[in-house]
Nanobody, 119 residues
Framework: QVQLVESGGGLAQPGGSLRLSCAAS????????MGWYRQALGKERELVAT???????NYADSVKGRFAISRDYAKNTVYLQMNSLKPEDTDVYYC?????????????WGQGTQVTVSS
């Protein structure tokens, strides 16, 4: 089992910045990818950014150049630095960990943190 706890959401003005954190605990050695996803009410959850154990990153086109994902292995924490925020970035943001145990793959999700971009 992997537990994920997000923090850092809140209210920001357009053009502002926020940094989300996701602390992992439990079977962290089994994690091979971590990422951030977001979901608006009534819409499907969509990928924002992912980072592998080798620090390869992937971003949604809508956030490229504005958001940056990083990982602190000593703290078992993944971050999402969000700059130049837009109102359309308003969503609930979820942290996800992909893990493997033997030949089985598991997905774990955090509880979500609200990000609101508004003047």
């Amino acid at each position: 089992q992997v537990q994920l706890v997000e923090s850092g959401g809140g209210l920001a003005q357009p053009g502002g910045s926020l940094r989300l954190s996701c602390a992992a605990s439990g079977r962290i050695f089994s994690i091979y990818v971590m990422g951030w996803y977001r979901q608006a009410l009534g819409k499907e959850r969509e990928l924002v950014a992912t980072i592998t154990n080798g620090n390869s990153t992937n971003y949604a086109d809508s956030v490229k150049g504005r958001f940056a994902i990083s990982r602190d292995y000593a703290k078992n924490t993944v971050y999402l630095q969000m700059n130049s925020l837009k109102p359309e970035d308003t969503d609930v943001y979820y942290c996800k960990a992909n893990s493997i145990s033997g030949v089985k793959f598991y997905d774990y999700w955090g509880q979500g943190t609200q990000v609101t971009v508004s003047s």
